[in-house]
């Protein structure tokens, strides 16, 4: 069956560092998606990443391995404002999102 | 630029009763339109998507339908919800063609069946 695997939930200081994992095992794979999704609010895009590597976005960054089914988002500089919780979603060969139930990250002062 | 609508934000029914959800984009043509459903602590549910009108494809089987009418517009409905049809419904809508596009929501409407 197809699966994705995140942890349940995160804690991290104000304006620290944060890597939240995500593993997953699809039919086949066209790409991982990231999502940023606050309490009670509709989730937003963050990253997409199809080939292996490291892709930078201001404070955002996610990483992807296909040969491990690996990926991570990193949070550096944390903000009160990034307490939400996290989408890993990946594309199979189908070009079906297969979603993971999310991280939901607390950072404290 | 494009938008999203999606309404009611919250409703709450009683068991047997009908439902209707409604989404609308705007600024853009022939969009795929998609129906999720999360519950708490499982991923994104696809229930329906539609890549253009009356063309409607349904990805779990239950008392849920969808109709498409027009380009923009997709409406979810049911004609007698159950306790379990709880939860946060989500509209989306990407570009065509189909692949790895990115899906943008709308703010979702949070139903409670009693």
């Known amino acids: 069956g197809q699966n994705i695997d995140q942890p349940t939930e995160m804690t991290a200081t104000e304006g620290a560092i944060v890597q939240i994992n995500c593993t997953y095992q699809t039919s086949g794979f066209n790409g991982l998606f990231w999502y940023q999704q606050h309490a009670g609010e509709a989730p937003t895009f963050l990253s997409y990443?199809?080939l292996d590597g490291l892709e930078e976005k201001g404070r955002f960054s996610s990483f992807l391995s296909r040969s491990k089914g690996y990926s991570y988002l990193l949070l550096k500089e944390l903000q009160m404002k990034d307490s939400a919780s996290y989408l890993c979603?990946?594309?199979?060969?189908?070009?079906?999102?297969?979603w993971g139930a999310g991280t939901k990250l607390i950072i404290k002062p | 630029s494009q938008t999203i609508h999606q309404w009611p934000a919250t409703l709450v029914q009683p068991v047997g009763s009908p439902l209707s959800l409604e989404c609308t984009v705007e600024g853009t043509s022939n969009p795929n339109l998609y129906w999720y459903r999360q519950a708490a602590g499982r991923g994104l549910q696809l229930l329906f998507y539609s890549v253009g009108i009356g063309q409607i494809s349904s990805e779990v089987p239950q008392n849920l339908s969808a109709s498409r009418p027009q380009d923009r517009q997709f409406i979810l409905s049911s004609k007698k919800l159950l306790l379990s049809d709880s939860g946060f419904y989500l509209c989306?809508?990407?570009?065509?063609?189909?692949?790895?596009?990115?899906?943008?929501f709308g703010a979702g409407s949070r139903l409670t069946v009693l």
């Open positions: 990443n199809v």
């Open positions: 979603a990946a594309l199979d060969s189908n070009y079906q999102l297969i």
């Open positions: 989306a809508w990407s570009t065509r063609p189909s692949g790895a596009n990115v899906l943008t």
